[in-house]
Each structure stands twice: as C-alpha cells, then as structure tokens.
C-alpha cells in the first residue's frame, strides 16, 4: 500500500511539473500567468494522485498496462519542453535553443507542402501574421508532428518487440478500460475491434479536422493570437498529443481484442481435446 501511495505521489508530482514547464521555460511569466499555472497544475497533480492511489479506476485508462501511459506521458513533456524551448530562443543564444529551433525549422520546412497537417494549421494563423512569426509558427507544428510519429513507431515496435502487454500477465479489462463495458452490447472482441478502428480512424484525421476546426471558431470567435507564447504551446501540443494518444489506444484495444480471441480459441482447442464440446 505504501509503495503505491509512493508510486502515486511521483506521478501527482511530473504531472505538475508538466504543467509548469512552459512557464518555467520560458521568460518573463507574468504573475497572473503563473497563478493560472500553479491552479492548473494542483487539480492535474490531484486527479492523478487519488487515480493511481485509489484501488478502482475512474478515467486514467491502462493503469497497469506499462508503459502505455509512460510513453504518452514522456513525448506530451518531450513535446511542452522542446516547443518552449523554441518559443525561448528569441531571446536565448544558447546552444540548446539553437538547435532545437533549427531541427525545428527544416522539419516544419519538410512537411509543410499542399494539404499537409502543417500547412493547414498554418492556414489558421491571420493575415496580418509576420513572416517571422510564421517561421515560428511553422517550426512548433512540425516538431511537435514529429514527435507524434515518433512516439507511435517507438509504441509499435514496443508491442511488436515484447507482445505489449505480455501473454503472461493478467491483464484486468475492468481497470485498465474503466470506461469500457465488457459486459453491455455485442461480442466484447467485435466491440473491441470496432472501438479500435474508431480510434485508429479519429487518429489519422484528427491533424487534419483541427485546423478545420479551429478555421471555423475563427470566424466566430475572431483570429488566434499568437501573442501568448503558452497559449500557444499547448495549443500546438494538443493538436499533435490527441490524434497520436487517440492511435495508441486504438493498436492497444486491437491488441486486446487479438489476446481475447487468442485465449478463446485455446480453450476451445482444450475442450476439444478433453471431448467436452464436439469437434
């Protein structure tokens, strides 16, 4: 008990200093921003404690399905940190900012061509936009795309490499899905398979729906500004997080659906052989 109260608390603690990292990043936070921070960061930092303490699940999905939520935890602060760091080398020469800016740069460069997730999030910025701020702009949005597709190769060839999650393990459906089910509608594997394709689906076409999306609001609501360096941090992090997360989760119901169809089968084969259901 003490161990996962422990093991509760860390996470609470890197969940609040995700939340803070653009404000500890970059220069010159006003006060009310970070108060905003610090309240944001407290009832994240909450929700992840009485979760990973608590012995019945509530919403965080895969709680002891390693290291799906690590993985999904480590590219959103790989992809807050870089995406300040870049916002910071406005006024930072160091070398770290530099580089992270130029990689930056050439990735957004690479993929930003006609109908591209970049060159439709691009679309959304005003007219009255700088070319400058347009570079900037333009750099976030590709690396935060790259490490959203770097994060889905390094979670496939985990499943591939060490058959995520193992054979041998228990792998409980009611805590790790809480929001699923199995015991309403069809078949559980159809639905598992059919909520896969959704996800997996929803994934692909999300970087392409948001701009749209955001497209709309403009008109509504006016143009985005780009002005709060924060605002627009998690904004592009957020466009490249969820369609990824969303893909994850859908290899992992398939694969869960896969597990269930693979223990049906062997214990079909086993009744089989014991003569208790007909060949």
Same mark, same amino acid.
């Given at each position: 008990?003490?161990?996962?109260?422990?093991?509760?608390?860390?996470?609470?603690?890197?969940?609040?200093?995700?939340?803070?990292?653009?404000?500890?990043?970059?220069?010159?936070?006003?006060?009310?921003?970070?108060?905003?921070?610090?309240?944001?960061?407290?009832?994240?930092?909450?929700?992840?404690?009485?979760?990973?303490?608590?012995?019945?699940?509530?919403?965080?999905?895969?709680?002891?399905?390693?290291?799906?939520?690590?993985?999904?935890?480590?590219?959103?602060?790989?992809?807050?940190?870089?995406?300040?760091?870049?916002? #910071?080398?406005?006024?930072?020469?160091?070398?770290?900012? !530099?580089?992270? /800016?130029?990689?930056?740069?050439?990735?957004?460069?690479?993929?930003?061509?006609?109908?591209?997730?970049?060159?439709?999030?691009?679309?959304?910025?005003?007219?009255?936009?700088?070319?400058?701020?347009?570079?900037?702009? #333009?750099?976030?949005?590709?690396?935060?795309?790259?490490?959203?597709?770097?994060?889905?190769?390094?979670?496939?060839?985990?499943?591939?490499?060490?058959?995520?999650?193992?054979?041998?393990?228990?792998?409980?459906?009611?805590?790790?899905?809480?929001?699923?089910?199995?015991?309403?509608?069809?078949?559980?594997?159809?639905?598992?398979?059919?909520? /896969?394709?959704?996800?997996?689906?929803?994934?692909?076409?999300?970087?392409?729906?948001?701009?749209?999306?955001?497209?709309?609001?403009?008109?509504?609501?006016?143009?985005?500004?780009?002005?709060?360096?924060?605002?627009?941090?998690?904004?592009?992090?957020?466009?490249?997080?969820?369609?990824?997360?969303?893909?994850?989760?859908?290899? /992992?119901?398939?694969?869960? /659906?896969?597990?269930?169809?693979?223990?049906?089968?062997?214990?079909?084969? !086993?009744?089989?052989?014991?003569?208790?259901?007909?060949?």
């Amino acid at each position: 008990m003490l161990s996962k109260l422990i093991g509760a608390v860390v996470r609470a603690v890197l969940v609040a200093v995700l939340i803070a990292t653009p404000s500890l990043v970059l220069p010159n936070t006003s006060a009310d921003t970070a108060q905003v921070v610090i309240l944001a960061g407290l009832f994240c930092g909450a929700l992840v404690l009485f979760e990973y303490a608590s012995s019945y699940p509530s919403l965080i999905e895969f709680r002891e399905a390693p290291p799906f939520n690590r993985i999904r935890f480590v590219s959103l602060l790989a992809t807050v940190f870089l995406l300040s760091v870049i916002c #910071r080398s406005h006024v930072d020469g160091s070398a770290l900012a !530099k580089l992270v /800016a130029a990689i930056g740069t050439l990735v957004g460069q690479a993929i930003d061509f006609p109908f591209s997730p970049v060159r439709l999030l691009l679309d959304v910025l005003p007219e009255t936009a700088s070319s400058s701020d347009i570079a900037t702009f #333009r750099a976030l949005s590709g690396l935060a795309y790259l490490i959203s597709l770097l994060t889905l190769a390094v979670f496939a060839i985990y499943m591939r490499l060490i058959s995520w999650p193992s054979a041998n393990r228990s792998f409980n459906v009611w805590v790790n899905l809480p929001t699923f089910d199995p015991t309403a509608g069809k078949d559980v594997v159809t639905r598992l398979t059919r909520d /896969a394709r959704v996800n997996i689906l929803l994934g692909f076409l999300l970087p392409f729906l948001t701009p749209i999306a955001l497209a709309s609001g403009v008109e509504l609501f006016g143009s985005i500004s780009i002005a709060s360096e924060q605002s627009l941090i998690w904004m592009v992090a957020a466009w490249a997080f969820l369609p990824a997360s969303l893909f994850m989760r859908g290899m /992992a119901m398939n694969r869960i /659906a896969q597990m269930i169809q693979d223990k049906r089968r062997v214990s079909y084969e !086993k009744a089989v052989a014991h003569g208790y259901v007909p060949a």
